[in-house]
């Protein structure tokens, strides 16, 4: 039903608005008494054989979504009935901003990809903040992180730091995001020393709760060998809890959109199919080249069992959709959950 009524139907608006549109009918088809429960009989799978424990986390099952999708964190409670085992919140950043000016989300429909350069726009923290307040536990909640565009690379860690301390009792693990290529200063976020000092300071914000939560980092799918050595290295290094590989890519390579598509569309961050090789190989990389020393969540292209299967072969202890959620629909989590159980 997806994919033959509903998504041509959502195809023929704009990507953004109607993803506000989407929001609002499944805040809106959720309170239809009756109609949760059958949402979850639809896709949610019980079965202790898809729990996992990562970084002290019990995870229902393997399948998340990823950040970008609830940035303000006001679905996930609704977003739990689709059968997700866990849901990544934001990219929250201290202050609300409005991000990117629009038109900055694009559909490469023939490639199966989006191309977005949305800026982190979101309502800041204190709004993600009372929306965690209703987290009726239902599932692992994370939280993705990021600076303002405003701010000045001198403070960056301060924003982080805002962020951290602040959402610390609402969600279970964070991610430094650092490798969106939409915001300002994108090369000192990737920096191998800031990064350090980056990683230094959060952990040491950490230990002063009582209990500590897991932190990870979200790379690039871009990076070269010698940039996943400096990765392993640092990981190693700070004892980071694991990685998230990858976030969106700059490369438009191999794409059947034309030069003209693409010149029209400009600069943004390539998710979907044509990055998942691509992050498959950087997961494959970093997992036998650190020996399985670190999690890691894989994530970019996921659009049917198979490749989900094809990152866990890889290396990924999770697995994480968001572009493969709008082109399959939610039926896409369970038959992922379906092919982990059928092996």
Known sequence: MYKSILRPLFFSFDPEKIHHFTFSLIKFSSKIPGLKSIFRSLYVIDNKRLERELFGLKFKNPVGLAAGFDKNAVLYNELANFGFGFIEIGTVTPKGQAGNPKKRLFRLKDDKGIINRMGFNNEGLEAAILQLKGNKGKLIIGGNIGKNTITKPEDYTKDYLECFNALHPYVDYFVLNVSCPNVGSHAKL??????????????????????????????????????????????????????????????????????????????????????????????????????????????????????????????????????????????????????????
């Open 190 to 343: 990737n920096d191998k020393d800031y990064l350090e000092e980056l990683i230094g300071a959060v952990q040491k914000a950490n230990n002063i709760f009582e209990k500590q939560k897991p932190i990870l980092l979200k790379i690039a799918p871009d990076l070269n060998n010698n940039q996943l050595d400096e990765i392993v290295e640092l990981v190693s290094d700070t004892k980071l809890d694991g990685v998230i590989a990858s976030n969106t890519s700059t490369d438009r390579g191999g794409l059947k959109a034309t030069k003209e598509q693409l010149e029209t569309i400009g600069n943004g961050g390539l998710s979907g199919q044509p990055i998942k090789e691509k992050s498959t190989k950087v997961i494959q990389y970093l997992s036998e080249k650190s020996n399985k020393a670190f999690p890691i969540i894989g994530v970019g292209g996921i659009h049917s069992a198979e490749d989900a299967l094809e990152k866990l072969d890889a290396g990924a202890d999770l697995v994480q959709i968001y572009t493969g959620f709008i082109y399959e629909g939610p039926s896409l989590i369970k038959s992922i959950n379906k092919a982990i159980l059928s092996r």
